[in-house]
């Protein structure tokens, strides 16, 4: 943002202008509930003016709604608390200082509507109404102001991502059946770069426009695949990844030593990992078992004395598709 | 729950410079062995671990973890605060240990986002 420049020749960049105008935009479109205090503070009419004197000092607030039992009869702020000091009163009761003729706000309506009421009265709060007329929470400036930075600061998170998407890739390129393929050899014993290559593939599929759902299973079970591949393996293993517009295809083999017993293996809590391994927070057993619970299809198959062969696939249904496309057919063949 | 109100609840020590305070933490998740975690946590979720390697930012990686809070005090290595740094991830120090952490945050309304053992539930996609 521009400071530094004199006010008068402080020209509003283009960028400005769109983040005014955004703003604006948003308060018509967020509704008062989503950015109102909820549990607020509130004072019992029957109380004498030290109560509010106490709750308003003890809660750091300024103002709060007068309650009568459930209903809201009234609100009181800090200059009703000043007349009444002023008039040495604070054994009067609430009523005698509050204001009763409340304005308040439904929880539904834009928050464009406080705006108005903030900018048009003096009042600091507005208390926050459901259909039925119960209090809900209450509403100040304050609120306001954060409630649109959250706002403006969660659409930049999300327009970055959507700049970072390849998700036109397979709309661009013509083929009977289109498909990106990852490749990734893991070392044997390298737990300082364990992992890396499952975080690249989760990014990658985030970029591809894969929902956060999608990219989490995949990014479980590589992991799980990887981390075994590391332990497990003598000489270190690959990771392919083919990403289709309809699932995801992965394979996880290496060339030794094998897996003994593969239905001993798949037991959750079964593990052949060393004590040393374990230290290290590996080897709970629960990885094969993992795998099985994030992917759609799995298989093992494993020749003890040569290697293993992991195939998993994850199949993405219209909605969670990467790349714009999903013209394969919805139920394809596992 | 913010990342803030658990670094107070847990008289925790910010170690990553970059962390983002006002991040939402919707529940917690304990443990050492990685794949407990990855078999039980969900999403956007503190995970309290006596854990230091780089592994640990790893799998909150993958888990979509919100925050890490390394129990004992312990100390990570350097790699591991470096990892957390990139993948933007809080990386928290608390001299408590994991029964007493899970204890505070549990009575300060954080609930617990570990998923019981028994389903083969979370898959959703055939439909």
């Known amino acids: ?334 | 729950m913010n990342v803030q109100d658990i670094l107070n609840i847990t008289q925790g020590k910010l170690i990553t410079l970059s962390a983002d305070l006002s991040r939402e933490v919707k529940g917690g998740c304990g443990a050492d062995l990685m794949s407990d975690v990855l078999a039980s946590i969900q999403p956007e979720a503190v995970l309290l671990s006596g854990l230091c390697n780089p592994q640990v930012v790893r799998t909150a990686q993958m888990a979509d973890v919100a925050a890490i809070i390394l129990v004992r005090g312990k100390q990570p290595m350097p790699q591991t605060v470096q990892l957390a740094e990139e993948e933007g991830i809080p990386l928290i120090s608390s001299p408590y240990g994991m029964f007493e952490l899970c204890g505070r945050l549990y009575q300060a309304g954080l609930r617990s986002l570990e998923m019981p053992v028994s389903g083969d539930d979370a898959c959703t996609c055939n439909d």
């Open chain 1, 1 to 334: 943002m521009v400071t530094n420049e004199p006010r008068k020749n402080r020209i509003i960049s283009d960028q400005q202008a769109e983040n005014i105008t955004r703003v604006e935009e948003l308060a018509y479109e967020i509704k008062v509930e989503e950015v109102m205090t909820r549990n607020a503070v509130t004072i019992p009419v029957t109380d004498p003016m030290r109560t509010a004197l106490n709750i308003f000092r003890d809660m750091h607030i300024s103002g709060a709604p007068v309650m009568n039992g459930q209903q809201m009869v009234g609100i009181l702020s800090i200059e009703d608390l000043i007349r009444c000091m002023a008039d040495n009163d604070l054994s009067a009761p609430i009523s005698k200082y509050m204001t009763d003729k409340v304005i308040s706000i439904s929880h539904n309506e834009p928050v464009v509507e406080a705006l108005k009421f903030f900018v048009n009265t003096r009042h600091g709060r507005l208390p926050v109404l459901d259909e039925q007329e119960h209090l809900v929470g209450i509403l100040t400036k304050g609120d306001i102001t954060r409630g649109l930075l959250r706002a403006l600061q969660r659409e930049r998170q999300e327009e970055e991502l959507r700049r970072y998407r390849a998700s036109h890739l397979f709309d661009d390129i013509e083929s009977d059946r289109t498909s990106l393929i990852l490749r990734y050899n893991i070392k044997a014993r390298d737990f300082t770069h364990g992992g890396a290559a499952s975080s690249n593939i989760k990014r990658a599929l985030m970029r591809l426009g894969a929902s956060a759902q999608i990219a989490r299973r995949c990014g479980i079970a590589i992991y799980e695949a990887e981390i075994n591949l590391i332990i497990h393996t003598t000489d270190g293993g690959v990771l392919r990844v083919e990403i289709e517009p309809h699932q995801i295809s992965i394979e996880a083999y290496d060339y030794g030593p094998g897996i003994k017993d593969v239905n001993l293996a798949m037991q959750p809590g079964y593990s052949t990992a060393s004590e040393e391994v374990r230290e290290m927070g590996f080897g709970a057993g629960m990885g094969l078992v993992n795998i099985a619970r994030c992917t759609d299809y799995m298989n093992l198959e494993s020749v003890y004395g040569k290697g293993t062969r992991l195939k998993m696939k994850i199949f993405l249904n219209q909605e969670e598709t990467v790349g714009e496309r999903s013209t394969t057919p919805k139920e394809p063949a596992a």
